[in-house]
């Protein structure tokens, strides 16, 4: 039996136990988007409508007015309620993009603010609207907690606040009253039933469990068998406090073309960009890159899309090797593929999220992922909207995701389509990674020549 409350999950759960200040548990999205029809008689941005008008839109996403709370002993696990205090001036604010308000200005604004923890005493997201880019242009970014969606859900919930025509009416104005919190007794009981729910499925099931159990721990021995198994590089270490953040912007409709023309996917194409990036800073770097294979992790989706929108996290890890050391685009490329292929069959990615979510709750995760050697760095791949969005009539014209840094990995690369267009954002930690122009150099340099094994005008 389910509770009757909307708690956070042992995975949702983990995030916060898993969070400190240098690698705070929050997941983003980058968007910029005309200025125009976001601006006064003045020419600034109207910051008190903006608010006013996504107040209205709240009604679309009543998660963002939820705050966490925890609850009595006995009384289960923390659950989402309505913030008594909710006000979007805590969450819809502003910052300044240093002139001339170029892409680097934008990224140098973002490395900050994504630098911050979020507040847990409020609902766990914040949206900023960054002003002074070049080209009657804005930047928007959106932080959101891991700990109340993964990067599916993520998205969701923030085009949640988007629509998709310029003219789209504000929704009907209603007031908004939290609902009270559930009285201790309410909790009580409601865990008593769930606990029972669970052990009724339990003895109902329990071949189901056992077979789940041992493949849990077949993956983690396999694991700890293969700890060697990520080689030891400078991309191995502890962040510090600060970030630095870059962009390859690929085309959708290329990257594809390249993926046919080699019998492989998108995902793959996008990895093996990110290969060619790391082996040029590792070899900046004078470190050995022939016969190089780094382990990489790649998070699996674990629900289809029609459910998307669903908050909590639903999805696992696999775990790829990515060699280096392949000169020709295409093979590097069709190599990268079979290896992704390969994790794919052999690999269970619920595996990866219960043994996370166990180590949290035994307070053990963070002092293993800070000695962890499983993983050289981490690879997100989230499909984006392919339509145009429009944020209070202004046209999105791009939309990028941040992925945060966690354990002794200084490297995370997230990869989002919209409208033709393939991002694939760099976030690095500034101490570890202070050449991190030369990671998106060789990234660039990669994606042209596999755009042309594509064919004649790619």
């Known amino acids: 039996m389910s509770s009757r409350y909307p708690r956070l999950s042992l995975a949702d759960r983990s995030f916060l136990r898993f969070e400190y200040p240098n690698a705070p548990e929050h997941v983003a999205g980058l968007c ?58 805590h969450h819809v604010r502003t910052a300044p993009v240093a002139a001339p308000g170029d892409e680097a200005g934008l990224l140098g604004t973002t490395e900050r603010l994504v630098a911050a923890p979020l507040d847990r005493s409020r609902p766990l997201w914040e949206l900023w609207f960054l002003t002074g880019l070049e080209g009657g242009r804005l930047g928007i970014l959106f932080k ?14 923030m085009t949640s606040l988007f629509d998709l025509d310029p003219d789209a009416p504000d929704p009907p104005s209603t007031e908004w009253r939290p609902a009270p919190a559930p009285a201790v007794l309410a909790l009580f009981g409601d865990n008593v039933r769930r606990l029972a729910g669970s052990v009724t499925s339990t003895l109902g099931h329990p071949l189901r469990l056992a077979r789940g159990l041992a493949r849990t ?37 290329t990257a594809r073309a390249v993926g046919h023309a080699h019998g492989t996917r998108v995902n793959d194409v996008a990895l093996c960009v990110v290969a060619g990036g790391v082996r040029d800073l590792l070899a900046s770097r004078g470190e050995r890159v022939t016969g190089l294979e780094l382990k990489v992790m790649v998070p699996v989706a674990m629900r289809g899309a029609d459910r998307a929108r669903d908050l909590g996290n639903a999805s696992g890890v696999i775990r790829v090797s990515l060699p280096l050391d392949e000169p020709d685009p295409g093979r590097h490329l069709e190599r990268i593929a079979a ?21 949290a709750a035994a307070g053990l995760v963070r002092r ?42 200084t490297l995370a690369f ?6 033709g267009r393939l991002s694939l954002l760099v976030n690095a930690d500034a101490a570890a990674c202070p050449d991190v122009d030369v990671l998106a150099a060789g990234m660039r340099r990669r994606w042209a020549e596999l755009a042309r094994t594509a064919g004649p005008g790619r």
Not at 414 to 419: D, E, T, V, W
């Open 414 to 419: 997230g990869a989002l389509s919209y409208c």
């Open 368 to 409: 293993l992922t800070e000695r962890q050697r499983m993983a050289n760095f981490f690879v997100t791949n989230v499909p984006g909207p392919s339509v145009t969005l429009y944020v209070l009539g202004a046209r999105v014209e791009d939309l990028m995701p941040i992925i945060g840094l966690a354990g002794n990995l």
């Open 32 to 89: 910029i988007v005309e200025a125009r029809p976001l601006l006064d008689a003045s020419g600034r941005l109207d910051l008190e409508q903006v608010r006013r008008r996504l107040e209205a839109r709240l009604v679309r996403v009543p998660e963002l007015r939820r705050t966490m709370r925890r609850v009595p002993p006995l009384c289960g696990p923390p659950l989402w309620i309505d913030d008594p205090s909710f006000s979007l001036e």
């Open 339 to 359: 290896s992704s292929r390969s994790a794919r069959a052999g690999q269970h990615p619920a595996s990866g999220q219960a043994l996370f979510g166990w180590l």
């Open 144 to 157: 959101l907690h891991h700990a109340v969606a993964d990067g599916l859900g993520a998205i969701a919930l």
């Open 217 to 253: 721990l077949r993956d983690f021995a396999a694991m700890l068998r293969d700890r060697s198994g990520a080689p030891r590089t400078s991309l191995n270490a502890l962040p510090g406090p600060a970030r630095r953040v870059r962009v390859v912007h690929l085309d959708l409709d």
